[in-house]
């Protein structure tokens, strides 16, 4: 085959430094536009982009040039460094060192769609680590709790 195709589709989940709570609505949207743009500059469109003030879920197509590692360590150091430009609150800013990558199928976009857009609604009653440990028993993915938060 001469060509080479692919549609992997990735749900990235990761949190501010320390859950600190730093995404508020004064820069959420410009954020998420952000991280949006910093996706498709990797060639990675982006489906949805969302989350609360301390932490992202974003849906994307994984290009097939480029690796999961790569694409976060791109995306988590360009918005940083624009998060650190939008006043004192921001100065330093920081999103946490590690992150959760899940692979979907295309029959799962709407709901995954729909459930980064609730986002909101979802932490009024649970907490973003409680969420991250669902989403890691639903994937299958063992994990020790002592190096999963920084």
Known sequence: ??????????????????????I????EGELHRYLASACNTCGCPA???????????????????ITVAGLVQSIKADSSKWLKTKGPRCET????????????????????????AGQKEHHAKRSFQDEFRALLRRYGIEWDERYVWD
């Open 1 to 22: 085959m001469a060509q080479s195709l692919a549609n992997i589709l990735v749900h990235l989940v990761f949190s501010t430094k320390g859950r600190r709570r730093l």
């Open 24 to 27: 508020d609505g004064a820069i």
């Open 47 to 65: 489906h949805r982009v969302g989350g609360t003030e301390d932490h992202i879920h974003l849906l994307l197509s994984l290009s097939r040039t």
């Open 93 to 116: 800013f920081a999103w946490q060192g590690g992150y959760g990558a899940f692979s979907i199928g295309q029959s799962q976009v709407d709901a995954v769609r729909r459930y980064i």
